[in-house]
């Protein structure tokens, strides 16, 4: 089992900018591809980001592209999401998931393939 906790979320206006973190604990954080996704309100969930197990490689939904940037710390059995020129349609409650990968270098973008999943943390940004 691998129980993460997100925090960092809040209400913030357009053009702000915000600093999601989520912590992991249980079996070990290096076995694990990290992933941000987000569920606005009557919408699905959607892929944000992720992370390989080694942070080498990354990617990103073409929506945050050059606003959002996906990191993690294993050291801290951490991952953040650094969320930049913020705008009103990233209004939505933020989930960070694991993903056990045989390989370091690989991740996913598919919601199913995750096998954990934190409660998530809102974020609300008001025009």
């Known amino acids: 089992q691998v129980q993460l906790v997100e925090s960092g979320g809040g209400l913030v206006q357009a053009g702000d900018s915000l600093r999601l973190s989520c912590a992991a604990s249980?079996?070990?954080?290096?076995?694990?591809?990290m992933g941000w996704f987000r569920r606005a309100p009557g919408k699905e969930r959607e892929f944000v980001s992720a992370?390989?197990?080694?942070?080498?490689?990354?990617g990103r939904a073409d929506s945050v592209k050059g606003r959002f940037t996906i990191s993690r710390d294993n050291a801290k059995s951490t991952v953040y999401l650094e969320m930049n020129s913020l705008k009103p349609e990233d209004t939505a409650v933020y989930f960070c998931?694991?993903?056990?990968?045989?390989?370091?270098?690989?991740?996913?973008?598919?919601?199913?393939?995750?096998?954990?999943w934190g409660q998530g943390t809102q974020v609300t940004v008001s025009s």
């Open positions: 998931a694991a993903d056990f990968r045989s390989y370091s270098y690989d991740y996913s973008r598919n919601v199913e393939e995750y096998d954990y």
């Open positions: 249980g079996r070990p954080f290096s076995m694990y591809a």
């Open positions: 992370i390989s197990r080694s942070g080498d490689n990354t």
